[in-house]
């Protein structure tokens, strides 16, 4: 990816877009180099804090080790779940093909 | 000519249904009309079931005049943020990739309402995936703000605001990230609580900022927010980050509040949100109300000083990479095989093609952009520089918190730097949707609840101030912001919605 610590290229967008599986136009590669080069900008704020020994906060709740007692319970019923599926077959979710045709 | 049942806030229909002077039929129907006659020019509901409605209200009156028991709130009607997942009832979260999909189970929220007998009228309008603060990043349209068709409701939960504001129901359930509740109560004249992080059940929440996200109440009076409250909150085992311990009494906190006397109170006014040397951004007229009401505390016995947090500043960009970062991750669970839309499944691409095409279809622009820069702000080589860098800032956020909260109960800022903007004005321009948000952010940050309540009116539309407190003590925003509402009807000779009522 660029060096600059605050711009993102095009192919910058198109990198991240193929890692995040979003199918990206030419137009939106362009939109979004120029809007997220800004945010960027602007984020990039964080670096200025003085955070030396500063510890990181990933969640407002310091919660720890929450357990529940190993025992099964009910799950939903299959033909409820697979009635939202985009596709289902023999009571399964029925998939695109993971793997490439040998060449 | 009875009284129109749209009109009254929940206590009041509480009581007219426990005299008998209406039914629960009666309320859900006069709705119902409302929504007919007015929810197309508002666009705040995204689905309503008017049959599935009154067939819950008149299994309320009958177990009533059965004399069965009946739950607390049994045949108040409520309306729940489309983000709320609901048990065969459509849930899309604004969004297109979930279109049609009738969830399997209700969200926790969901379940205890029903459990106490709400009647549900619909589902409401919201920025995408809670992405925005305006409702305009919906994919089924925006939703205008019943004080200026022309203008936002708020945003992420603008159709619970305008929907509510609007007298389309009488209270509803916003979800709040970096504000979303808050600031759409804000705009349209409401009363909005974000709980502390943890007090109400995300089970059942379709996530956007997992270590953020919280569901609150949008209602017309504070004493209303806190039933509410009550009925929601509280453990919930399937919540990991539920927290296991009592609530200080909401209701009995919003009823002392409203006694108007707030000696012994210590308010703490935030420079940095609005004061001397950080003005840039707010609107005088927004700043003037703020003031005023600040001046209101002091004269009902409260101790007001000026508090310094100086680690606010960088509470914008902070959020902005948290909550991207979270949402990358969250949303990529729509991937096009266990629910929602698939795209180009033709047989001809395999899976990575597939669920390419079906999130670019499904998801809009301001999705789009916040799963690109979380993805950026998490990769390798960027992660320290700026996820874990803005974690370090919601460390000292919380520090300004704690060290403000060793001197003063609760802290006030103004809600939202200005008030409802034009619908079309920011929306190309990130930044600037952004920091409608500026005031609401740190208390999301920092997990701490805060509730935004009406104070004035700034060029004809309304001004929220908000009363941030310290974790689990909730029971603080609903006594002071209790004491504002009961001291501003006081001089106003009405509640603040009846301005909007008797313009229309």
């Not at chain 2, 005299?19 to 859900?28: K, L, Q």
Request: glycine residues 10%.
């Amino acid at each position: 990816m660029s060096t600059d610590s605050s711009s993102l290229s095009r192919d910058d967008i198109a990198h991240l877009a193929q890692l995040s599986r979003l199918a990206v136009s030419d137009e939106e590669l362009d939109l979004y180099a120029g809007q997220l080069g800004v945010v960027l900008g602007a984020v990039a704020r964080v670096q200025d804090a003085p955070t030396a020994d500063v510890a990181p906060t990933t969640h407002a709740v310091p919660l720890t080790n929450v357990h529940r007692p190993d025992v099964v319970t009910p799950s939903l019923p299959r033909e409820q779940v697979l009635a939202g599926a985009p596709a289902a077959e023999d009571d399964r979710f029925r998939v695109p093909r993971i793997l490439q045709e040998e060449a | 000519m009875s009284t129109d049942l749209t009109r009254l806030d929940v206590t009041g229909l509480r009581a007219a249904l426990a005299d008998g002077s209406t039914s629960a039929v009666e309320v859900t129907q006069a709705h119902l009309d409302a929504i007919a006659a007015r929810d197309g020019a508002l666009n705040s509901y995204l689905h309503v079931d008017g049959e599935t409605a009154l067939a819950t209200a008149a299994d309320v009156d009958r177990r009533r005049a059965a004399g069965e028991e009946l739950g607390a709130l049994a045949g108040v009607p409520v309306a729940l943020k489309d983000v709320v997942v609901t048990d065969g009832v459509p849930t899309t979260s604004g969004s297109k990739i979930l279109e049609g999909w009738r969830p399997p189970y209700d969200a926790t929220v969901a379940e205890r309402l029903k459990a106490a007998g709400t009647v549900l009228l619909g589902k409401t309008n919201m920025d995408e995936f809670a992405m925005g603060s305006s409702t305009e990043n919906s994919a089924y349209g925006p939703t205008r703000n019943p004080w200026d068709h022309d203008r936002i409701p708020g945003g992420s939960s603008g159709g619970s605001s305008a929907a509510v504001a609007g007298f389309l129901a009488p209270w509803s359930i916003g979800t709040d990230t970096g504000g979303s509740i808050r600031q759409p109560a804000a705009v349209t004249g409401l009363v909005g609580h974000k709980p502390t992080y943890g007090s109400v059940s995300r089970y059942g929440l379709i996530a956007f900022s997992s270590s953020l996200d919280q569901a609150g109440p949008m209602t017309r009076t504070v004493a209303d927010a806190a039933l509410m409250h009550e009925v929601i909150g509280g453990y919930d085992h399937r919540d990991s980050t539920s927290i296991d311990a009592p609530a200080a009494p909401y209701v009995e906190a919003a009823r002392q509040g409203a006694t108007g006397d707030l000696s012994g109170v210590t308010v703490g006014v935030v420079r940095e949100l609005g004061g001397d040397g950080h003005t840039d951004g707010y609107e005088p007229g927004v700043l003037a109300a703020f003031r005023a009401g600040v001046e209101q505390l002091r004269a009902l016995g409260a101790e007001v000083r000026e508090v310094s947090c100086p680690s606010f500043d960088l509470a914008l960009a902070a959020y902005y990479l948290i909550a991207p970062s979270e949402a990358s991750s969250n949303l990529s669970r729509f991937d096009g095989v266990r629910y929602g839309l698939r795209v180009g499944d033709d047989g001809s691409r395999d899976l990575d093609e597939v669920m390419a095409a079906t999130r670019a279809q499904g998801f809009g622009p301001e999705v789009k952009r916040r799963i690109i820069l979380g993805t950026y702000a998490l990769s390798a080589g960027y992660y320290d520089a700026y996820y874990g860098q803005a974690q370090k800032v919601r460390t000292l956020i919380g520090g300004d918190f704690a060290s403000a909260f060793a001197d003063v109960d609760v802290l006030v800022s103004p809600t939202s730097p200005i008030v409802a903007f034009p619908i079309g004005q920011r929306v190309d321009d990130p930044l600037a949707m952004y920091a409608a948000d500026l005031c609401t952010l740190p208390a999301s940050l920092a997990g701490l609840p805060a509730i935004s309540v009406p104070c004035g009116l700034s060029e004809g539309l309304p001004v929220g101030l908000q009363v941030m407190a310290p974790a689990m003590a909730d029971d603080r925003c609903y006594r002071v912001a209790a004491a504002l509402e009961a001291a501003q009807d006081a001089a106003r000779g009405g509640r603040f919605l009846d301005q909007l009522a008797a313009r229309s």
